[in-house]
T-cell receptor, first 112, second 114 residues
Framework: GQNIDQPTEMTATEGAIVQINCTYQ??????LFWYQQHAGEAPTFLSY????GLEEKGRFSSFLSRSKGYSYLLLKELQMKDSASYLC?????????????FGQGTTLQVKP | SAVISQKPSRDICQRGTSLTIQCQVD?????MFWYRQQPGQSLTLIAT?????????ESGFVIDKFPISRPNLTFSTLTVSNMSPEDSSIYLC???????????FGPGTRLTVT
């Protein structure tokens, strides 16, 4: 089966750092993705991890541990515009199907 | 990157009727997908739209209810047939280019069935 877990909601302060965790139990793995979705808008791609370790892209970093079935998205120097839902998604095998299985998403509220 | 447009952006329909949603990508892509996002929920894959052949449906979704067409590499349609209030949702089209990792999403079609 496929199971992807994220916290439902998080709150953080502008300028701070927040870590959004994602754990997954899937029958196979071909990469983990993080997407950002503002209310009423399309999801936009943030990051992709297929090997263990940390991927950094500006204020956003994503970490993966395949042995633990665990990932996190780290947002630094939070801005008000970072208030959004953050979706963790796993690509199951075979990887060439392009399919994604999404978690329920974490709604992040950034407060002044 | 790919820019994806969808029509209509929203609609209110009566139960028992059907609605066809169009998806247009601004560049040729290898794969196109249709997702559903129910209120307050995350995205669920409905099917992979295959060019020139029948779509590949995920468990719980059937062709009679969600017929899909993909006549070329940049265009696809999803029809929601014989609608009921439970079909009220946002339907999103997405695309993946050859050798590209990230999937791009359209803005979605917000469907309300009364």
């Amino acid at each position: 089966g496929q199971n992807i877990d994220q916290p439902t909601e998080m709150t953080a302060t502008e300028g701070a750092i927040v870590q959004i965790n994602c754990t997954y139990q899937t029958s196979g793995f071909n990469g983990l993705f993080w997407y950002q979705q503002h209310a009423g808008e399309a999801p936009t791609f943030l990051s992709y991890n297929v090997l263990d370790g940390l991927e950094e892209k500006g204020r956003f970093s994503s970490f993966l541990s395949r042995s633990k079935g665990y990932s996190y998205l780290l947002l630094k120097e939070l801005q008000m515009k970072d208030s959004a839902s953050y979706l963790c998604a796993v690509r199951p095998p075979p990887g060439n199907t392009g399919k994604l299985i999404f978690g329920q998403g974490t709604t992040l509220q950034v407060k002044p | 990157s790919a820019v994806i447009s969808q029509k209509p952006s929203r609609d209110i329909c009566q139960r028992g009727t059907s609605l066809t949603i169009q998806c247009q990508v601004d560049s040729q892509v290898t794969m196109m997908f249709w997702y559903r996002q129910q209120p307050g929920q995350s995205l669920t894959l409905i099917a992979t739209a295959n060019q020139g052949s029948e779509a590949t449906y995920e468990s719980g979704f059937v062709i009679d209810k969600f017929p899909i067409s993909r006549p070329n590499l940049t265009f696809s349609t999803l029809t929601v047939s014989n609608m009921s209030p439970e079909d009220s949702s946002i339907y999103l089209c997405s695309a993946l280019g050859e050798g590209v990792i990230e999937q791009y999403f359209g803005p979605g079609t917000r469907l309300t069935v009364t």
